[in-house]
């Protein structure tokens, strides 16, 4: 159980390091699939 509470930590302190990072990915997934959807919508094209 130590272990797993070991590891759990870590990734935990793995995820707060890089929070920017994640958070920039995922906004730059959001706006590419807003733009493919807008542009979809636009243009009429499925």
């Known amino acids: ?3 797993v ?3 759990y ?3 935990s302190l ?3 390091l ?3 990072r994640i958070f920039t990915f995922g906004t ?3 706006g590419l699939l807003a ?4 542009g979809q919508a ?3 094209l499925y």
């Open 9 to 11: 930590k870590g990734i």
């Open 42 to 44: 636009l243009t009429g």
């Open 28 to 30: 730059l997934v959001v």
């Open 5 to 7: 509470m070991d590891g």
């Open 1 to 3: 159980m130590q272990a």
């Open 35 to 38: 733009g493919a959807f807008l």
């Open 18 to 20: 890089n929070w920017d």
């Open 14 to 16: 793995i995820v707060r």
